[in-house]
């Protein structure tokens, strides 16, 4: 065993690591609770139904014409 050769194995082990620990801080500090407005998308009221101008539209012209 060569152990110059685990000690920079090992070694790398540790800058990969440490880089992860570090970019996970990163996540869970930004992952508070957002201050502001809300964007507009979630803000407005869901619409319950069908959407406008599906089904059963209604026409100009009548149909009950004597």
Do not use: C, H, Y
């Amino acid at each position: 065993m060569d152990i110059t050769k685990i000690l920079t194995e090992l070694r790398q082990e540790r800058e990969q690591l440490e880089e992860a620990i570090i970019s996970l801080e990163r996540l869970a500090r930004g992952r508070g609770k957002r201050r502001g407005r809300p964007p507009a998308w979630l803000a407005q009221p869901k619409r319950r139904g069908r959407p406008p101008g599906s089904k059963n539209k209604k026409t100009t012209s009548s149909t009950n014409t004597e």
